[in-house]
């Protein structure tokens, strides 16, 4: 990845702060305040045990130019994952990344399949239950004879089950 | 003999004399099965028939086993032996009841109307194995054929639709082609 475009990834997301500034000025509209909400953006990965990606999704608001710096933000934090998971006997990692007003949270298969998600500020248990619940689908998934493990997951049951447990979660 | 009193029947041997394999042993036993039989086949047609085949093999040998269990007697007629397959030999061995529905006017084809498919536990099949027409669990198909051959009926057994395909139910057409006629085989000396 060039610096020119790490750059104005970065540029971008100061534009992003900013709207975030003004929307939550007191006295804003009830309609801006949707926006507010609205405009969380999370990005997930699952990440196999071979380092291979095998699932993302993004839910909230998608802007086109964050696509390949969340991917590289997360992709970092694997790093970080690998010396968090054994400091804990839990999987869920809590926070193992910052970056801006992003952060990583990750969640460790006993499998070391990693679950990976970026978000902005947001309280841990929401995402804790989110992990738990996307764990579980991945289980299923495993557990389907056709199904490959450290293969990418492409059913669509799988992706919109992600998605209803984001709208559940986090969105 | 009534519908009630085979389900009472299939009900008391399945509580009594049958032995119990944990089901995700047995699910996984026929996932891994079928997968490898896509692979190696890699043609869901042939898997099919290779399911019917393996199915059949099994069926002339546990409709014995059925008999012996029960004690039941010989049907009296078509009717009667959907309701034993349906609420007997199901219930036997998957502990299922399939449901006996859309009889022919002539009363040679019905259809068994499965709605909680054991074997289709986790499964979910790719997109090109649905377009492809695999039927996953073919093997029941084989399984009756093979069993009602052994009664005396030759019949013709298929896959009309699959929950696994999207449907709401699955649905197994039984057809009854002949009756046999008790005879020696042709290349027994």
């Known amino acids: 990845m060039s610096t020119k475009f790490l750059k104005e990834g970065i540029d971008n997301v100061q534009i992003g702060m900013d709207c975030h500034r003004e929307m939550l000025q007191p006295g804003g509209s009830h309609d801006s305040m949707l926006i507010v909400v609205m405009a969380a953006s999370f990005y997930f990965a699952i990440v196999g045990t071979n380092d291979s990606p095998l699932y993302e999704a993004e839910f909230g608001i998608q802007r086109e130019e964050n696509k390949y710096l969340q991917q590289f933000v997360v992709h970092a934090a694997l790093d970080l994952v690998d010396d968090v998971q054994f400091m804990t006997s839990g999987c869920y990692l809590k926070a193992v990344d910052r970056y801006n007003d992003w952060t990583v949270s990750a969640y460790v298969t006993p499998s070391n399949a990693r679950f990976m998600l970026l978000h902005e500020a947001k309280p841990e248990d929401p995402i804790r239950s989110f992990f738990a619940a996307c764990h579980e689908l991945y289980l299923r998934t495993l557990l389907n004879p056709f199904y490959e493990a450290n293969t990418s997951i492409l059913s669509q049951a799988f992706d919109a089950k992600v998605h209803t447990l984001a709208k559940k979660y986090l969105i | ?189």
């Open chain 2, 1 to 189: 003999m009534s519908a009630k009193q085979y389900k009472t029947v299939g009900e008391e041997a399945w509580k009594n004399n049958v032995e119990k394999v944990n089901a995700e042993l047995f699910i996984f036993t026929y996932g891994s099965l079928v997968v490898q039989l896509v692979k190696d086949y890699e043609d869901y047609t042939a898997v099919n028939k290779q399911l019917d085949k393996m199915g059949y093999n099994i069926g002339v040998r546990l409709i014995d086993d059925v008999l012996a269990r029960t004690g039941l007697e010989k049907c009296a007629d078509f009717h009667s032996t959907a309701e034993v397959i349906s609420k007997v030999g199901f219930k036997v061995f998957l502990n299922i009841t399939p449901s006996v529905q859309n009889w022919s006017s002539d009363g040679k084809e019905f259809s068994l109307i499965i709605d909680d498919n054991p074997l289709n536990d986790f499964c979910e099949l790719p997109p090109r194995a649905v377009q492809d027409g695999l039927w996953y669990s073919n093997v029941f198909c084989g399984v009756i054929r093979g069993a009602l051959e052994m009664m005396q009926m030759q019949t013709e057994v298929y896959f009309v639709r699959d929950v696994l395909h999207g449907a709401d139910v699955s649905e197994i057409r039984v057809k009854l082609v002949k009756v046999l006629d008790e005879e020696v085989p042709a290349n027994d000396e």
